[in-house]
C-alpha cells in the first residue's frame, strides 16, 4: 500500500488549505475497505491523530483541537482521502500525515508540511 500527500504549504492565520491523500497498492482488496486517518507532527510534540473518516465516508471523526474548523472527506472511485483545512492558526502548523491499516499493518504516507504564519 502506498500513500501520498498533497497539498500543503504556507498560509496566514485564519486562512484554509486542502490536503489529499493518494492511495494504491491494494492487492487483494480495494480502497473502500478500510477506515483512512490524517495525522499531525507539531515541532517537539509528538505525532497526534487529526481525522478519521469510515470505509464508505458516512462517519467521521475528529480531534477536539480542529472540529469545526477541518474536514475530512473521500472519493472511493479515485482513491482517495482529503482534509480540508480553515480558520488555520500558528498551532496547526506542522507535518501531515495520511495513514491506513491493513491486514494489522500500519501504512503511512511521506507528509506533507503545512506553516501557518503572519
Known amino acids: 500500500v502506498q500513500l501520498v500527500e498533497s497539498g500543503g504549504g504556507s498560509v496566514q492565520p485564519g486562512g484554509s488549505l486542502r490536503l489529499s491523500c493518494a492511495a494504491s497498492?491494494?492487492?487483494?482488496?480495494?480502497?473502500?475497505?478500510?477506515?483512512m486517518r490524517w495525522y499531525r507532527q507539531i515541532s517537539g510534540r509528538e505525532r497526534e491523530w487529526v481525522a478519521t473518516?469510515?470505509?464508505?465516508?458516512?462517519?467521521?471523526y475528529y480531534a477536539d483541537s480542529v472540529r469545526n474548523r477541518f474536514t475530512i472527506s473521500r472519493d472511493n472511485r479515485k482513491n482517495t482521502v482529503d482534509l480540508q483545512m480553515s480558520s488555520l492558526n500558528v498551532d496547526d502548523s506542522g507535518i501531515y500525515y495520511c495513514k491506513t491499516e491493513v491486514e494489522n499493518t500500519d501504512y503511512w504516507g511521506q507528509g506533507t508540511r503545512v506553516t501557518v504564519s503572519a
Open positions: 473518516i469510515s470505509t464508505v465516508g458516512g462517519t467521521t
Open positions: 497498492g491494494f492487492t487483494f482488496s480495494t480502497f473502500t475497505n478500510y477506515k
